[in-house]
């Protein structure tokens, strides 16, 4: 493996495109529309293009960072857990781990700080900071700590749309009913996604845990499965996998009396339909290799259900 390929395995790649994916569907698909040329004209949404592709890029930046720096104190425990896919030490030295880390933080707060200074938003370097921050100790000590680590990256995931809502607050603005009800539809849609990234983000998490459990117990990761075993861990993953499905099935009803039926087979035949073979696939999971290849199952749904927006 070459040296440029190495450096694209650390900082996960295919998941910074998923990241950059999700914010562009959202930001073109929801949030300008929603302020498309109507009675607003005072009321132009916050969030240019260029400064949306400043602030997608930062948050690209600091998630690469975050994988890096989750690598660089997992060494030991990925010896274990996947020493086939290591990249630390093996093909990148610490040193230079520790100091890419850095390097992409500081580059993604400081365009976070001009992005904030330019739509005048204190929050996003506020968020930005908190990320960095939530992304080290989660790397060094809440990863090591019973759901607490999992919550983190669910927050995190679900972060990268809630952010997009936030840019477009404003503070003073005199009360105009449509741009309230502009904002009011936008909360509905950051809310729905959200809430969708953080239970599935949640599920692949405790799916990844049980996959990594020899290396975790080894080294004294308190993960549900090595705290609760791995049969209670499967119910924790199925509850919440019967909870998004339900909580989809209900979102179809609105959606077939507005008419969306494009909307509803698609949530159908690539959604929830895969959510009910993959809970049906967690029953059966012995093996890392199944939760490996579960873990990827659910990944594709996260996949397929950012997607949806699409319809919107």
């Not at 440029?4 to 996960?12: D, G, H, K, S």
């Not at 990249?87 to 580059?107: A, D, G, N, Q």
């Not at 992304?135 to 060094?140: C, D, I, M, N, V």
């Not at 959604?271 to 290799?289: C, D, E, N, R, V």
Request: a positive charge; glycine letters at 4%.
């Amino acid at each position: 493996m070459n040296l440029a390929a190495a450096f694209l395995r650390l900082i996960r790649w295919p998941n910074l495109f998923f990241i950059a994916l999700t914010q562009v569907l959202f930001y073109f698909l929801i949030i300008l529309p929603a302020f498309h040329p109507t009675a607003l004209e005072t009321y132009q949404n916050r969030l240019h293009p260029n400064e949306f592709f400043l602030l997608s890029l930062s948050s690209v930046l600091i998630a690469a960072a975050g994988y890096i720096i989750n690598d660089y104190f997992d060494l030991d425990i990925d010896r274990v857990n996947k020493p086939r896919r290591l990249v630390v030490e093996k093909h990148i030295r610490r040193r230079w781990t520790i100091f890419w880390h850095w390097i992409l933080s500081l580059t993604g707060l400081l365009i976070g700080v001009y992005v904030s200074w330019k739509i005048r938003n204190a929050l996003i370097v506020f968020s930005h900071i908190s990320c960095i921050v939530l992304l080290w100790f989660y790397s060094t000590t809440f990863k090591k700590k019973l759901l607490v680590g999992n919550i983190i990256i669910s927050l995190l995931t679900a972060w990268v749309i809630l952010i997009l809502y936030v840019c477009e607050f404003r503070v003073g603005v005199v009360y105009n009913p449509a741009y309230h009800h502009i904002l009011s539809r936008l909360f509905k849609f950051a809310i729905l996604y959200a809430g969708f990234a953080f239970i599935i983000s949640l599920v692949r998490e405790v799916v990844k845990d049980i996959e990594d459990m020899e290396g975790d117990a080894r080294y004294q990761c308190r993960t549900m499965p090595v705290v609760w075993g791995v049969q209670v861990s499967k119910i924790f993953i199925a509850t919440w996998i019967i909870v998004l499905t339900a909580s989809l099935l209900i979102l179809q009803v609105y959606m077939l009396q507005s008419g969306w039926w494009w909307t509803v087979l698609y949530c159908m035949a690539l959604i929830i339909l895969p959510l009910g073979f993959i809970l049906q696939k967690l029953y059966h999971s012995a093996t890392p290799q199944d939760y490996h290849r579960l873990s990827s199952l659910i990944k594709a749904v996260m996949f397929t259900g950012i997607l949806s927006i699409i319809f919107f």
